[in-house]
């Protein structure tokens, strides 16, 4: 039996794990403000919020429910529309805003908008007007076109901090993120007891163990829903999404250890990440959208072996290495993430393995991440790439390029890195090594452009490449 | 006036932004089943033999329906209707109905039918489809001839591939039966429309079908037509003696009810040094079906919109075995506008002359076709407004001479002009003594506002509050409205939301004027104001009475008039359009073919404005579905199956909100006389009509790339 707060009540169901929260809600519950434009996580119109408690305080993000299993639902808060509309029939900040600034025409996708305005005004981060527009980034609209929305989304960032277009770190704001919510009006009351009661849900609920009955894994969900909803309904999957020792971000003196559950947006937030890469957000905004951020694990990008997973290029890039612990055995093994693929979605690892540990060593000193695809934002790549170096003394001791959408499988760039380690930090030993790029792609021509394409997307992110790292340092 | 021109909001809004409107399938029906349609694997042949015993034996499953158990429809109409026969005439066509107790269920069942076909080969690429003439206008002069004899000759051809409309909101729907009376909530742009086409399906009275959708999740012309799941669905909750619902999945909105087709164009252009246009021959293949001749026109296009006596457009369609295509917003125009528009561009550049410059020398004053005035057209004043806004003067000639750092810079213009339409519509007003009015009327809003600009017509010439007026649309029981398509709602509903309220004040003057010593007395009622529940002389505001009083002293606690208004007589010795310039600026990073459009300025003349707030907004939806059409959509077929590849939103690209930069939208004053009473010509299609060609002219001039087949991607400017 699962439990979780839907808006203003528990609830407790015996219905399968692998049902979506979208049609646990829509169809169980007869919420029907969540609406349902793709059931892919392409549009945004399903977005829930949806609140859980870590170290002691609830913070809540933005999901797609569509892609949600309730599952990933246990334990936790889920607000839909209807548990943000204000008792009185009145209207709450962001609905306001958008009625004002005429930001609903057909309204279908109106919900969704609203969900993801509040879940910003929830949510810690930056603020600024650009944060603000990326809260929106993964709702579509086909009526609007924005210009209205965008309005509406700066209304909001100005009365939630009285300050856009310029940054004000989320800490500076006095008060918690959900009292001045509900000051605002942003949230109904009942918000403020949310937090004691997911306490008392965790603490009956956590003498239940994980029932391990097959050797099916599920993470946040982001690609298994969207391959195969049907069959993950009632497959059984166990999900590795909450298990908070799956869900770490680790400093050590020389190397970074992470939990294969940490998703993007975790990233994002994290203060090591920041400091370690400080093009961070502009880097991570190229991926997906703001509810998928909050959803796509690490593992589950790396697993899927999708040939242009961004996180995967990523981590390639970095050296990264993978703890594979075979979840009946015990037994645990370490790898490097480029040896994790063998062939077009063929891996490494037995289906009784997870991953368990991602590491990376901290000793790079220039780093890069690129990114086309046909649509800018929100799609998939066309070639993604990224590349760390670790120079001293103007000699390049180890470089690492991978790439993606140019292979069956993401690329650690063998040749290209082996060659420029060891020589001079330079445009020449660039110029040089974009040559041999060439020889180590295979790219096919598909819906995302044509070989050619690719490979002149393969030199000219390269070049980007050069010329970002030297303007670093 | 006192409300109309004035910015409101949404009188719908509150209900759009707490999830409370209901769209079609969120009505409460109790004991509902599911349908789900199972989609034919082959694009052409014949069902061999079907199983659907499998599907049938899931838990929940209530019957599966195919072609040899469906009911047949008695339309002669040649729409298609699903599971009459066992040909198949497109991939994905309908082979049967599943019906289960959850949708879960009923798709779960869906996946386990199984046919085997006789299996024929497609054609469903329209360069190799037979194709047909299809009707178009007389030749104006002598084209060919004319072209010939131009000193400056151009030719050049465009394709355009298939689109979807994608509203947000998939198409679904609730059907029930009650004795002979159907009832069915189904996404609709046109109530009525559909309520003609089920009675004729089951050969009953139209007055025992009712059809409502008072929300509809944006359509665009995707639910004009009822399609094959509206005649499916009713008929089948008549066979299981059960309400019946049905939701298309996004995939499924790929190939349940039409496309933009796709078109292959040809413009060939005489001119004479100086830029005067001799002769245009714009011919045009669009793509239809093998089971309906679907036509769109899209190379009419030009043919008022500039002075040039020898125009020549010849129009086929080619059979595929697609399903058939249907209008998608501004059907015809914007394919035949980025022909053309391009094309212009194209020889203004041939004769190095500033492309705004060459449309001023070739712009028409009278309608070229008749030599009929046109209504009003204020076209020129948009291309000064816009290209004042826009900077258009500091524009350099040549391709390739701006630049922002690594961006190549391109600034590009294009015209785009729309019918202004009007159709027979009737609304009926109850306005009661207390200053509340009831509207009502079967039109449809489907997104652009049509809720608060009626709203808005009607508080004006009612004299009260916009808050007092209740209007209500989307559900056939209410007085005829034409289809909410074209562009011509808020000038048919309109104009007659004008004509019952001054009716309703016509009847209330009559009544005061009863008592002979009415303050109105002698008054004619254009003598007389109604506002704020008085009626008064706007020569002497003192003599008033209530309307109230009015009613009270005649016995009645309501007034209810019903009006029709019909396009006016006076309108045919004119040419009714509106028209726009938009005017665009994209960036183009030189290494990697990445378009950004940075700035667009849309100036447009079309007529008065009701709500400038709503108008706007439909403006700028209209500037980025342009920009979608320009750089990003395209219904992907793999002609070896005849199936459609991209359907899905994360193949099939609309815009979203980072690839939208700067928008300007502005309206011309535009005064029409001649129009309507109200001077309404539409604009929900007209905003996109020029947008693409403009796009492309844009990234011509960035770059000296010129594309002609949509959409430009990256991999066509490296
Ligand atoms: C709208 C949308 C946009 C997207 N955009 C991008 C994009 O821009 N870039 C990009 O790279 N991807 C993108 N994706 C893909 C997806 O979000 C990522 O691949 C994501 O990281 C997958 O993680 P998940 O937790 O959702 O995986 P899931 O779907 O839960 O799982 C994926 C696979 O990983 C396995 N798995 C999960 N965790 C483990 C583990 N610990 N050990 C072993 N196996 C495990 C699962 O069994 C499954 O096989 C997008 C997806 C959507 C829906
Ligand atoms: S329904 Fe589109 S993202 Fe969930
Ligand atoms: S208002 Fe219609 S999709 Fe946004």
């Excluded at chain 1, 209205?148 to 004000?168: H, M, P, V």
């Excluded at chain 1, 063998?342 to 590491?359: H, P």
């Excluded at chain 2, 020029?690 to 001039?701: K, S, T």
Aim: net charge neutral.
């Amino acid at each position: 039996m699962l439990r979780f707060i839907l808006n203003n009540q528990t609830v407790e169901t015996d219905l399968p794990s692998g049902m979506t929260v979208l049609d646990f809600v829509r169809y169980h519950k007869n919420l029907k403000g969540t609406k349902i434009g793709c059931r892919e996580g392409d549009c945004g119109a399903c977005t829930v919020l949806v609140g859980e408690l870590t170290d002691g305080e609830v913070g809540y993000r933005s999901m797609t429910s569509c892609l949600m299993p309730l599952a990933n639902a246990a334990g936790k808060h889920i607000v839909t529309i209807e548990g943000i509309n204000p008792a009185d029939g009145g209207l709450t900040p962001a609905q306001t805003a958008l009625v004002d600034e005429s930001g609903t025409q057909c309204g279908f996708c109106t919900v969704g908008f609203v969900m993801s305005l509040t879940g910003y005004s929830l949510s810690g981060g930056e603020r600024s007007g650009e944060t603000a527009l990326s809260a929106i980034d993964g709702n579509i609209c086909r009526c609007t076109g924005y210009k209205s929305i965008e309005r509406a989304a700066k209304r909001i960032c100005d009365l939630q901090f009285a300050i856009c277009n310029s940054t004000i770190s989320a800490a500076e704001v006095a008060g918690s993120q959900i009292d001045q919510a509900i000051s605002t009006g942003t949230v109904p009351n009942y918000f403020e007891s949310i937090g004691e009661r997911l306490r008392m849900l965790f603490t009956e609920d956590s003498n239940r163990k994980l029932k391990i009955e097959n050797r099916k894994w599920m993470a946040g969900g982001t690609d298994l829903y969207v391959q195969k909803h049907e069959e993950m309904v009632h497959a059984g999957a166990v999900s590795l999404f909450d298990d908070p020792s799956l869900r770490f971000i680790n400093e050590t003196a020389d190397s970074v250890e992470i939990g294969p559950s940490v998703v993007v947006t975790d990233l994002l937030e994290s203060e090591v990440f920041n400091r370690l890469f400080p093009d961070l957000y502009r880097h991570l905004k190229l991926v997906s959208s703001t509810p998928i951020r909050n959803m796509a694990t690490l593992a589950g990008n790396f697993v899927n072996a999708s040939p242009i997973g961004d996180m995967t290029a990523w981590f390639i890039a970095l050296g990264a290495r993978i703890e594979l612990r075979d979840q009946f055995s015990g037994d645990e093994r370490t790898i490097a993430l480029a040896d994790l693929y063998l062939g077009y979605k063929t891996l490494d690892r037995r289906d009784s393995e997870i991953i368990s540990k991602i590491t990376f060593g901290k000793d790079f000193t220039h780093f890069n991440f690129e990114k086309v695809s046909k649509r800018t934002y929100l799609d998939i790549a066309s070639v993604n790439t990224a590349i760390s170096l670790k120079v001293s003394d103007g000699m390049i001791e180890r470089a690492l390029v991978s790439m993606g959408g140019v292979a069956p499988t993401p690329l650690l760039l063998r040749k290209t890195s082996e060659f420029m380690t060891g020589r001079p930090f330079g445009h020449e030993t660039f110029a040089a090594a974009e040559l041999l790029i060439q020889d180590e792609i295979v790219p096919i021509s598909d819906v995302r452009g044509s070989a050619e394409y690719k490979r002149l997307l393969a030199r000219q992110l390269f070049r980007a490449h050069g010329l970002a790292v030297s303007s670093e340092q | 006036m006192k409300y109309i021109g004035k910015a409101m909001s949404r009188v719908d809004g509150v209900a759009k932004v707490t999830g409370k409107a209901k769209y079609a399938s969120e009505f409460d029906v109790k004991n509902v089943a599911y349908g789900y349609v199972a989609q034919s694997r082959i694009a052409k042949g014949r069902i061999k033999s079907i199983d659907v015993s499998e599907a049938e034996r899931q838990s929940g499953v209530v019957k599966v329906f195919t072609h040899l158990n469906a009911p047949k429809t008695k339309s002669s109409d040649d729409d298609f209707f699903a599971l009459q026969s066992d040909k198949i005439v497109f991939s994905d066509q309908p082979i049967a109905f599943v019906v289960a107790e959850s949708l879960e269920q009923a798709r779960f069942a869906a996946r386990l039918v199984k046919a085997e076909y006789e299996e024929e080969k497609p054609t469903s690429d329209p360069r190799s489809a037979p194709t047909v003439d299809s009707r178009s206008p007389k030749m104006r002069g002598d084209a060919p001839a004319a072209l010939a004899a131009s000193p400056v000759k151009f030719e050049a051809e465009y394709t355009i591939p298939i689109e979807h409309h994608n509203p947000m909101e998939p198409h679904a729907g609730i059907a029930f039966w009650e004795g002979e009376k159907l009832t069915i909530f189904i996404k609709s742009q046109g109530v009525q429309a559909f309520q003609g086409h089920l009675a004729k399906c089951f050969d009953i009275k139209p007055e025992n079908v009712r059809v409502v959708s008072p929300f509809v999740g944006g359509a665009f012309g995707a639910a004009l037509n009822p399609h094959y799941i509206t005649f499916l669905t009713a008929s089948i909750a008549r066979e299981i003696k059960r309400p019946l619902k049905f939701n298309y999945t996004r995939r499924q909105m790929f190939t349940g009810h039409g496309y933009r087709p796709y078109t292959w164009q040809k413009v060939s252009i005489g001119a004479e040094k100086d830029g005067k246009l001799r002769s245009v021959i714009h011919e045009a293949v669009g793509n239809t079906s093998t089971i309906e001749n679907f036509t769109e026109s899209p190379n009419g296009f030009g043919r008022t919109l500039y002075e040039c006596p020898n125009y020549h457009t010849p129009y086929k369609i080619a059979k595929t075995d697609l399903p058939t295509p249907t209008w998608m917003r501004a059907p015809g125009a914007v394919t035949g506008a980025f022909a053309l528009e391009s094309a212009i561009d194209e020889v203004a550049y041939q004769l190095k002359i500033d492309p705004v410059e060459f449309r001023l020398i070739n712009y028409s004053e009278k309608d070229p076709e008749t030599g009929r005035p046109f209504s009003s057209k204020a076209l020129r004043e948009a291309f000064k407004q816009g290209a004042a806004k826009f900077g258009w003067e500091k524009r350099k000639l040549e391709p390739r001479s701006m630049r922002d750092g690594n961006w190549l810079v391109g600034w590009g213009v294009a015209v785009g002009t729309w019918g202004a339409g009007q159709a027979p519509a009737t609304v009926r007003i109850a306005l009661s003594a207390d200053g509340n009015a009831r509207v009502g009327s079967a039109t449809a809003d489907i997104g652009p506002g049509t809720y608060t600009v009626i709203t808005i017509i009607a508080a004006e010439f009612l004299g009260v509050d916009p808050a007092k007026v209740k209007f209500e649309l989307g559900d056939s029981d209410l007085p005829n409205a034409p289809m909410q398509g074209g562009s011509i709602t808020t000038a048919s509903v309109g104009t007659a939301a004008q004509g019952a309220a001054m009716a309703i004040k016509t009847k209330l003057v009559g009544l005061a004027q009863k008592d002979a010593n009415s303050p109105l007395a002698g008054a004619s009622v254009d003598d007389v104001e109604m506002a704020d529940g008085t009626l008064s002389l706007k020569s002497n505001a003192a003599k008033k009475v209530a309307v109230a009083d009015v009613m009270k002293a005649n016995g009645m606690t309501e007034i209810v008039e019903t009006f029709t208004s019909t396009p006016n007589a006076e309108r045919r010795n004119y040419r009714t359009q509106a028209h726009g310039a938009q005017f665009v600026e994209v960036k183009v990073d030189e290494d990697l073919g990445i378009i950004k459009v940075t700035r667009v300025v849309e100036a447009t003349a079309c007529g008065r404005i009701i709500n400038p707030k709503a108008s706007h907004s439909q403006e700028m939806g209209g500037v980025v579905w342009g920009i979608g059409m320009a750089l990003q959509e395209e219904t992907a077929v793999d002609h070896r199956y005849g199936r459609m590849m991209t359907t899905n939103f994360a193949t099939y690209h609309i815009p979203v909100n980072a690839d939208v930069q700067s928008v300007e939208t502005a309206f011309v004053d535009e005064e029409d006389k001649i129009v309507n009473p109200l001077g309404i010509k539409g604009m929900g299609e007209l905003c996109l009509v020029g947008i693409p060609a403009a796009i492309a002219n844009a990234v011509f001039h960035a770059t000296g790339k010129r594309v002609r087949d949509l959409p430009i991607t990256l991999d066509k400017l490296i």
